[in-house]
Every structure is written in C-alpha cells, then in structure tokens.
C-alpha cells in the first residue's frame, strides 16, 4: 500500500557527507511523521532524525550539528543529510513513515535500507 525506497548510501571516509534521500509511493491519503533509523551490525534499530509534517525536526544526540533533515510534502520525499561522518555512523540506514492509505488508521512504514559506511 505505501512504498519507502531510500537511495544515496555508499562508503565515504572519515568527515566525509552523504545524502539520503526517500521517496513514498503507492496508496497514500496522509503521511504524519518522516524519519531516518539505524541498525548497526549487533545493534538494535536506532531513530537518527525525525520530521513532522511541518517541518519541525527531532534528532538524536549523536545527529545533532552535524545531520539535517528535511522534507518535501509535494514530493512525499524526505532526505538526510550527513556531514562530518565518523566511523560510528557506519549502519544500514531505513527510511520510516507514518502513513495511512485509508485516510483513518496509520502505520508505521519501513524502506529496504541502504548501507552507509564511514571508513579510510
């Protein structure tokens, strides 16, 4: 009913950047909160950043200063962008939406994820 697909991870080294990017697709009537999680290898799912639908942005500790998220309502496109990566940073990074296709009852909706990892 709602597809994420993330794009934009790769291998970068040590203060580098990279984009993600995030388009939803297929039966959407409303999209509430947009997100960015990660899951590190032995790790558990982690949120990075989260927007609401009017921009008001929520970052984790590790993000601030140096991540920004942002979101197209348009486009139904969220993107992150990521300056300064460290090695710590090195995760496969998912894509979240609150979504509803019906109009009444929302879901949380998760893209395939895309590997991003910070090396020399």
């Known amino acids: 009913q709602v597809q994420l697909v993330e794009s934009g991870g790769g291998l970068v080294q040590p203060g580098g950047s990279l984009r993600l990017s995030c388009v939803a697709s297929g039966s959407i009537a409303s999209i509430s909160a947009m997100g960015w999680y990660r899951q590190a290898p032995g790790k558990e799912r982690e949120l990075v950043a989260s927007i609401t639908r009017y921009g008001l942005p929520n970052y984790a500790d590790s993000a601030l200063g140096r991540f920004t998220i942002s979101r197209d309502n348009a486009k139904n496109t969220v993107s992150l962008q990521m300056n300064s990566l460290k090695p710590e940073d090195t995760a496969v990074y998912y894509c979240?939406?609150?979504?509803?296709?019906?109009?009444?009852?929302?879901?949380?909706?998760w893209g395939q994820g895309t590997q991003v990892t910070v090396s020399s």
């Open positions: 979240n939406a609150v979504a509803t296709p019906s109009g009444i009852r929302y879901s949380d909706y």
